[in-house]
Structure formats: structure tokens, C-alpha cells
């Protein structure tokens, strides 16, 4: 079956530890993309990838760090610099259809900072 | 202000409702337009995808887009308690590799048996 996959499903992090959030997709899609869901705000995005050895900061990319070594894998690392990890951590990867980008998600990584 | 405006609800009907869900932009360079359907604790699932202005349906769901208002809605015709969720509006302005999209907050939808 094609999708996208994210590990591990929940994670906790102590202050001061980085965590890193794995994004798997066998979808054969060259761009990959990470966001950060809260409550009562939406999705935001963090880091984005349209190829291979390539990224993006997005809109909230402070305290976060990617790599994109392979297609297949996009993984992120949060970092001590980020003051406010927790949250729901989506990851999304897509090819153009009909002219845009439609982005199709994995299952989420819920991050809670203990 | 931000780009894009969805009321967060809840929004709570019977089985059987007809349901309206609405998004408000600013930027009129928006081209593209889709709605998601995300389950508690869930990834987002793309429900429809509609291109400039009109309508677009889909079972029992239509999306419409209306860019002189700067307003997108998705309607959910004979609703089911397996239609409650979070519905997302999400938009972009072009069809480069960028792939950017812009997320509205959500509104949570109850369907009440």
C-alpha cells in the first residue's frame, strides 16, 4: 500500500533533550513538508522539501532542523531551542495533480515535553 | 489579520442536516482551493479539490467557491454521525513547486445521532 508514515505515534521529551520525528512516504512524491497543528490554530508550517538535498524554512522553522537525504525520508529534529514543543506534528508529502500541489498527510506525531 | 479565516465552532446538527462550512480569504491571488477532513488524533485526509471559482460535487458533498467574495464553502448534504470531525480549508495561490498551501484554524463538526 502507498502512503505516508510517521514514527512514533507519541513521544515525550525532557527539557533540554533534542527528539527527532521520523516521515517516511514509498508515494513516490518529491515534495515533503512538516507541520505543527495546536489547538485553535490550524496548521503551520515548519520545513518544506521539493527535492532531494533541498529545503525550506516555513513559517515557524525556529527550534527545528530537517534533512532530506532520500526521497522516501524527510525526518525532523526538535530542538532545545524550541521553547514550546508540544503540539501535533504532521507531515505531508505531494506531486502536482490538476495544476497545484495537493499535499496528502501521514497519521501525526504527538510530541509532549514532560 | 490573518489569510485565512474559518470559524472554529463547534458546529453541532442532527443526522440528517444539511451542514455549511465557510472560509474567508484576503489574498486574491488564490487559485486553489481544498477542504480536509481530519479525525480526532488523526492526519488530515483530502476531501475536494476545486480550481478558480464554481462548483464541484462529490457524493454528498459540494464545494464552492466564490473568488469576487473571497469565500469558499463545503456542504455536506444528509449528514452522518461518521461526518463529525474537524474540517479544514486550505488554499494556495499557485501551481509552482513550492506547494505552499494556507491552512484555515478548523471548525469542528458534531452530527448528533
Known amino acids: 500500500d502507498g502512503g505516508i508514515t510517521q514514527s512514533p505515534k507519541y513521544l515525550f521529551r525532557k527539557e533540554g533533550q533534542n527528539v527527532t520525528l521520523s516521515c517516511e512516504q514509498n508515494l513516490n512524491h518529491d515534495a515533503m513538508y512538516w507541520y505543527r497543528q495546536d489547538p485553535g490554530q490550524g496548521l503551520r508550517l515548519i520545513y518544506y522539501s521539493q527535492i532531494v538535498n533541498d529545503f525550506q524554512k516555513g513559517d515557524i522553522a525556529e527550534g527545528y532542523s530537517v534533512s532530506r537525504e532520500k526521497k522516501e525520508s524527510f525526518p525532523l529534529t526538535v530542538t532545545s531551542a524550541q521553547k514550546n514543543p508540544t503540539a501535533f506534528y504532521l507531515c505531508?508529502?505531494?506531486?502536482?495533480?490538476?495544476?497545484?500541489?495537493?499535499?496528502?498527510f501521514g497519521p501525526g506525531t504527538r510530541l509532549t515535553v514532560l | 489579520q490573518k489569510e485565512v479565516e474559518q470559524d472554529p465552532g463547534p458546529l453541532s446538527v442532527p443526522e440528517g442536516a444539511i451542514v455549511s462550512l465557510n472560509c474567508t480569504y484576503s489574498?486574491?491571488?488564490?487559485?486553489?482551493f481544498m477542504w480536509y477532513r481530519q479525525y480526532s488524533r488523526k492526519g488530515p485526509e483530502l476531501l475536494m479539490y476545486t480550481y478558480s471559482s464554481g462548483n464541484k460535487e462529490d457524493g454528498r458533498f459540494t464545494a464552492q467557491v466564490d473568488k469576487s467574495s473571497k469565500y469558499i464553502s463545503l456542504f455536506i448534504r444528509d449528514s452522518q454521525p461518521s461526518d463529525s470531525a474537524t474540517y479544514l480549508c486550505?488554499?494556495?495561490?499557485?501551481?509552482?513547486?513550492?506547494?505552499?498551501?494556507?491552512f484555515g484554524q478548523g471548525t469542528t463538526l458534531q452530527v448528533k445521532p
Open positions: 489574498n486574491s491571488a488564490f487559485q486553489y
Open positions: 505531508a508529502s505531494s506531486i502536482p495533480a490538476g495544476g497545484a500541489d495537493t499535499q496528502y
Open positions: 486550505a488554499m494556495s495561490a499557485r501551481s509552482s513547486n513550492t506547494g505552499k498551501l494556507i
